[in-house]
């Protein structure tokens, strides 16, 4: 089933008119719990990994294994995540536990060329000791491309620009362009990161520039602000599971990508509401 979001419920572009040159195609993923296979896009699914390539341990753990958190084919993606040559998969996978460089997970990332994969690993070692707030529930995705507006990311001087106007809209309309109009939450690709705070950008640590957001992923899919509009119409009034994951108290966790530098370095932050 495919899952849509609702169209914005104002016309933006035309209320804020500002904000239209800074803004930015995501692809929501729409986690919802269930049987993924290697063969598809996931989230907590199974990977797919060849049978002779070494699993990613976590070194601050004595070699523990990593978990399989996410995998995205380029085909379910197009246009928004830019793939490394060659390679039309993308693998993230972590340490569920807590870690010393960070309050959460590091997480791991992997380009990969599905034509080149022979014999899949099909049973992954697994981490004898994990916090199950960290490890995603298996989920099939629906990705579904929306166009997003900075919210946490507007520009201070745009910020208090537009604080009049927000303010107005919102008493005439009960809509919130932070919460309503502008980023939407849960787990996605590209876009804006669906900060609970403060944004935290990181820079490249080879280049010194500003990263380019690469995945969110947060502790649910809508909160009770959002939830109004930006729940997909195929989800209302319906009970559903996405990955069921915890960071903190109703926290995030952003992966960032240099997309210039030899070796896409990668960096993430994390943030908690
Ligand atoms: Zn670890
Ligand atoms: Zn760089």
Sequence with gaps: MTRRTPPRPLDVERLFPEVVRHKKEAVRLHPRAGGPTYRQSS????????????WPVCDEHGGAPMVAVAQIYRADVPDV????????????????????????VVPRVHWRAAGEVRQVLDAPPAPTERHENYVPRPCVVHPERVTEYPGWDLADDLWDALEPRIQQVLAETGWDYEYHLSTAPGTKLGGYPAWGQD???????????????????????????????????????????????????????????????????????????
């Design 81 to 104: 995540v830019a793939f490394p040559e060659g390679c039309d998969v993308l693998q993230v996978l972590w340490c569920p536990r807590r870690h010393s460089d960070g309050p959460w």
């Design 199 to 273: 944004p935290q950008w990181p820079a490249c640590t080879e280049c010194g520039r500003p990263m380019e957001h690469l995945l969110t992923f947060e502790s649910t899919e809508s909160d009770a602000g959002s939830a109004r509009a930006w729940t997909p119409v195929e989800d209302r009034e319906v009970r559903y599971e996405s990955a069921g994951m915890m960071f903190g108290d109703m926290g995030g966790v952003y992966l960032f990508e240099c997309l210039t530098c030899p070796g896409r370095p990668v960096a993430h932050r994390v943030d908690c509401a």
């Design 43 to 54: 989230v907590g699914g199974p990977l797919l990994w060849p049978e002779r390539e070494p």
